[in-house]
């Protein structure tokens, strides 16, 4: 079908980049969050109410896979933290929304998504053979498969794209975003830290549990479970790998590839959006003879719109295939030192100087044979880890078997103990995939084997459940300690408000004699401390974001706050000084920051979308 490509110039980026992302901004949901049911499924689930067969689904977790497959380089390390099995039902429900818009994709759009896939594209041209030999061989998929999955990938990008055309950010929102990252203030603050007056403070029996019974839900601890497991850790394995000089060797010559390292150049430009404008530089700096190098660092800084003006234009040494065309001809043409006449990319105007240059070259044997070999033992131990691992868990028939086959292999059985979804499971560290097949046992069954491969951990393990917690709110006796400690907290910091009131009113009279907010808070007692400039989204020391204290991005210069209560103190402010955003500088920049904060709400607005839209379809699994 789509033989036309052999003739066709790389596209341009079109949806399908978009769809390539589109499935995790939708805020996916595990599948084992979807009810499951055991007994000898004749398909795969439901969707809307229709049967989904397991074909349907395989097809869509292929499609899902494949995508990763083109988006990860280390997809072999995560593929398992992607919940693949997840986003193939999403993928499969977003289709089926998909339909009922009536949404088609036509040839032509997968033609242009297919050639747009750097994947394909040799010497800038879409190469057929690299395409059919990357999705055979890499991919496990006919190019009819492949060009279906992308068609399917385009209908749900346009989807994506139907539901979210109204919504644009306002005028309003973009103004406040731009304040919000923009508006400085410089203040002034005195802190009354909570410690100060906690000390001697008692919390009764009656105190705790007034605060345990009006806060009850907050306690409330999540389904967990508790997982016996037998380890493999494929470290243990590598004092019984030998690797002699012959295989290392072979290692060497037949990926001969993997040593090779490109001609390499390193670069800094000055971007220019005015021809003109880079003409009138391009002059003064052919001029230069003297502090060349530095002076054209210093002139991209002044001029350059790419944001490598902070290093001086400088971009660092890259190869050929990683900038646009007509640039990468330039800067590999020059000679060290030397600049470009006037490049026009895409992207703007380019003015490049060539720092260095690096022949292409091929590591000898010797130096990186001891790399070679680590990679080789460590390869061979996860093998051997792996096979024994998978050995062990066939010779378990029943869960009684567990303790046996441990026994038999030398392994200690040990225990998580009880975990929640999304945290570090004890003596395993942050584990998905133990996680996903933990929570979907029945009390004392072995469940299949955890592969490091697949967990991008150093160990595989066979697992049985050995217990599972409902979620529930503990017993008060189990939270009395932290209720005590929030408790204390509390009743702290009041005392120091109303300590911080007192010593306010000082302040303030003060500050009307003349004196100033420092001087004014050593006659209370109070230590002033003053800030840098700092906008909304700062941090500041000993009061926290400056969200904290938001309000006084509105004050007058001398303007001095209430009693704030911080977490842990009470604190006054005054405005030192404010700095206004620059109009002019607004008026430039607020076109790209309403695309930004569109963007965002589109994101936003999917999400919940995507929560309606998981409701609407009721999707129930069925292994």
């Given at each position: 079908?789509?033989?036309?490509?052999?003739?066709?110039?790389?596209?341009?980026?079109?949806?399908?980049?978009?769809?390539?992302?589109?499935?995790?901004?939708?805020?996916?949901?595990?599948?084992?969050?979807?009810?499951?049911?055991?007994?000898?499924p004749?398909?795969?689930?439901?969707?809307?109410?229709?049967?989904?067969?397991?074909?349907?689904?395989?097809?869509?977790?292929?499609?899902?896979?494949?995508e990763?497959?083109?988006?990860?380089?280390?997809?072999?390390?995560?593929?398992?933290?992607?919940?693949?099995?997840?986003?193939?039902?999403?993928?499969?429900?977003?289709?089926?929304?998909?339909?009922?818009?009536?949404?088609?994709?036509?040839?032509?759009?997968v033609?242009?998504?297919?050639?747009?896939?750097?994947?394909?594209?040799?010497?800038?041209?879409?190469?057929?053979?690299?395409?059919?030999?990357?999705?055979?061989?890499?991919?496990?998929?006919?190019?009819?498969?492949f060009?279906?999955?992308?068609?399917?990938?385009?209908?749900?990008?346009?989807?994506?794209?139907?539901?979210?055309?109204?919504?644009?950010?306002?005028?309003?929102?973009?103004?406040?975003?731009?304040?919000?990252?923009?508006?400085?203030?410089?203040?002034?603050?005195?802190?009354?830290?909570?410690?100060?007056?906690?000390?001697?403070?008692?919390?009764?029996?009656?105190?705790?549990?007034?605060?345990?019974?009006?806060?009850?839900?907050?306690?409330?601890?999540?389904?967990?479970?508790?997982?016996?497991?037998?380890?493999?850790?494929?470290?243990?394995?590598?004092?019984?790998?030998?690797?002699?000089?012959?295989?290392?060797?072979?290692?060497?010559?037949?990926?001969?590839?993997?040593f090779?390292?490109?001609?390499?150049?390193?670069?800094?430009?000055?971007?220019?959006?005015?021809?003109?404008?880079?003409?009138?530089?391009?002059?003064?700096?052919?001029?230069?003879?003297?502090?060349?190098?530095d002076?054209f660092?210093?002139?991209?800084?002044?001029?350059?719109?790419?944001?490598?003006?902070?290093?001086?234009?400088?971009?660092?040494?890259?190869?050929?295939?990683?900038?646009?065309?007509?640039?990468?001809e330039?800067?590999?043409?020059?000679?060290?030192?030397?600049?470009?006449?006037i490049?026009?990319?895409?992207?703007?105007?380019?003015?490049?100087?060539?720092?260095?240059?690096?022949?292409?070259?091929?590591?000898?044997?010797?130096?990186?044979?001891?790399?070679?070999?680590?990679?080789?033992?460590?390869?061979?131990?996860?093998?051997?880890?792996?096979?024994?691992?998978?050995?062990?868990?066939?010779?378990?028939?029943?869960?009684?078997?567990?303790?046996?086959?441990?026994?038999?292999?030398?392994?200690?059985?040990?225990?998580?103990?009880?975990?929640?979804?999304?945290?570090?499971?004890?003596g395993?560290?942050?584990?998905?995939?133990?996680?996903?097949?933990?929570?979907?046992?029945?009390?004392?069954?072995?469940?299949?084997?955890?592969?490091?491969?697949?967990?991008?951990?150093?160990?595989?393990?066979?697992?049985?459940?050995?217990?599972?917690?409902?979620?529930?709110?503990?017993?008060?006796?189990?939270?009395?300690?932290?209720?005590?400690?929030k408790?204390?907290?509390?009743?702290?910091?009041?005392?120091?408000?109303e300590?911080?009131?007192?010593?306010?009113?000082?302040?303030?009279?003060?500050?009307s004699?003349?004196?100033?907010?420092?001087?004014?808070?050593s006659?209370?007692?109070?230590?002033?401390?003053?800030?840098?400039?700092?906008?909304?989204?700062?941090?500041?020391?000993?009061?926290?974001?400056?969200?904290?204290?938001?309000?006084?991005?509105?004050?007058?210069?001398?303007?001095?706050?209430?009693?704030?209560?911080?977490?842990?103190?009470?604190?006054?402010?005054?405005?030192?000084?404010?700095?206004?955003?620059?109009?002019?500088?607004?008026?430039?920049?607020?076109?790209?920051?309403?695309?930004?904060?569109?963007?965002?709400?589109?994101?936003?607005?999917?999400?919940?979308?995507?929560?309606?839209?998981?409701?609407?379809?009721?999707?129930?699994?069925?292994?």
């Amino acid at each position: 079908m789509l033989r036309q490509l052999r003739n066709k110039e790389t596209a341009k980026k079109i949806l399908i980049g978009l769809a390539a992302v589109i499935i995790p901004a939708f805020v996916l949901w595990g599948a084992g969050s979807a009810t499951r049911q055991r007994r000898g499924p004749s398909f795969a689930g439901t969707i809307f109410g229709k049967k989904v067969s397991f074909d349907e689904y395989g097809q869509s977790w292929r499609a899902v896979k494949n995508e990763a497959l083109m988006k990860y380089d280390n997809f072999d390390e995560i593929y398992k933290e992607l919940d693949l099995e997840g986003e193939a039902w999403i993928r499969m429900i977003l289709l089926r929304e998909a339909e009922r818009y009536k949404i088609k994709a036509s040839d032509e759009e997968v033609r242009q998504a297919i050639g747009s896939l750097p994947f394909f594209v040799r010497n800038n041209r879409f190469d057929m053979m690299l395409y059919e030999q990357g999705i055979t061989n890499s991919l496990r998929v006919t190019p009819r498969e492949f060009e279906e999955d992308i068609r399917g990938s385009i209908k749900i990008a346009k989807l994506a794209n139907i539901v979210t055309e109204d919504i644009r950010a306002s005028q309003e929102e973009i103004l406040e975003s731009y304040k919000e990252e923009n508006e400085k203030i410089k203040i002034a603050y005195a802190l009354l830290p909570v410690e100060d007056f906690s000390q001697d403070i008692s919390v009764s029996e009656e105190d705790i549990e007034s605060y345990y019974n009006a806060n009850a839900e907050t306690f409330r601890l999540p389904e967990r479970v508790d997982v016996e497991f037998i380890e493999f850790k494929y470290g243990d394995y590598t004092g019984e790998i030998d690797i002699d000089e012959d295989e290392l060797l072979y290692y060497y010559e037949s990926r001969l590839e993997e040593f090779e390292h490109p001609e390499t150049v390193r670069a800094s430009h000055i971007l220019f959006e005015d021809e003109k404008k880079a003409k009138n530089v391009l002059k003064k700096l052919k001029k230069r003879r003297r502090r060349r190098k530095d002076y054209f660092a210093e002139t991209a800084e002044k001029y350059s719109k790419c944001p490598s003006k902070d290093r001086g234009g400088d971009l660092g040494y890259f190869e050929r295939g990683k900038m646009a065309p007509e640039f990468e001809e330039a800067a590999f043409a020059l000679e060290t030192g030397e600049i470009s006449e006037i490049i026009k990319t895409d992207f703007g105007y380019h003015i490049i100087m060539l720092e260095d240059k690096k022949e292409a070259y091929t590591d000898k044997f010797e130096d990186v044979k001891e790399s070679i070999k680590e990679g080789l033992l460590a390869e061979n131990a996860k093998n051997e880890a792996y096979d024994e691992a998978g050995l062990a868990l066939s010779s378990i028939e029943e869960a009684s078997d567990f303790e046996k086959t441990a026994g038999e292999y030398g392994k200690t059985i040990k225990r998580t103990g009880y975990f929640a979804r999304g945290g570090v499971i004890e003596g395993i560290g942050w584990n998905p995939e133990m996680e996903r097949v933990a929570f979907g046992l029945r009390p004392n069954e072995v469940g299949p084997l955890i592969s490091q491969r697949g967990a991008a951990s150093e160990a595989n393990y066979i697992i049985r459940l050995a217990g599972r917690k409902k979620p529930e709110i503990p017993p008060l006796e189990d939270v009395k300690e932290s209720i005590k400690t929030k408790v204390k907290q509390a009743k702290g910091l009041k005392i120091t408000a109303e300590k911080m009131r007192e010593k306010r009113e000082t302040v303030m009279e003060e500050v009307s004699s003349g004196l100033s907010f420092e001087e004014a808070a050593s006659e209370a007692g109070l230590e002033s401390k003053n800030t840098d400039y700092i906008t909304r989204m700062d941090y500041i020391k000993d009061i926290g974001p400056a969200s904290n204290i938001k309000e006084v991005f509105d004050y007058k210069p001398g303007d001095i706050s209430p009693v704030l209560k911080m977490p842990r103190a009470a604190c006054l402010v005054t405005l030192l000084d404010y700095i206004p955003i620059e109009e002019e500088k607004f008026l430039e920049e607020k076109e790209a920051m309403g695309g930004n904060l569109t963007e965002l709400k589109k994101r936003r607005f999917l999400s919940g979308w995507l929560d309606e839209l998981k409701s609407r379809a009721g999707l129930r699994v069925n292994f």
